[in-house]
Nanobody
Framework: QVQLVESGGGLVQPGGSLRLSCAAS????????MGWYRQAPGKERELVAR???????FYADSVKGRFTISRDNAKNSVYLQMNSLKPEDTAIYYC????????WGQGTQVTVSS
């Protein structure tokens, strides 16, 4: 069984930065994707960033140039560095891992507000 635990959310002013972390436990394969989704109030969950390898990443258009995803396979962890945050980035951010099925973390709240 795979378990994912996120940390690093919080309240930040527009233009600020946050770094989200996600630690996975269980049987994790480094070739399988890990990444982040987010869900804002009243909206559908959307893919923010995905990491398969250093040369194989995906970013939603809305976060390109501002967010950076990275992964430490030795620690079974994935990170999301979020810079130049905007109020529209406010959401619950969920870590995921794709193995035999999609596994989800419990979510961490990110609020961007002055």
């Amino acid at each position: 069984q795979v378990q994912l635990v996120e940390s690093g959310g919080g309240l930040v002013q527009p233009g600020g930065s946050l770094r989200l972390s996600c630690a996975a436990s269980g049987i994790i394969f480094s070739i399988n994707p890990m990444g982040w989704y987010r869900q804002a109030p009243g909206k559908e969950r959307e893919l923010v960033a995905r990491y398969i390898s250093s040369g194989n990443t995906f970013y939603a258009d809305s976060v390109k140039g501002r967010f950076t995803i990275s992964r430490d396979n030795a620690k079974n962890s994935v990170y999301l560095q979020m810079n130049s945050l905007k109020p529209e980035d406010t959401a619950i951010y969920y870590c995921y891992y794709t193995g035999a099925r999609h596994y989800w973390g419990q979510g961490t709240q990110v609020t961007v507000s002055s």
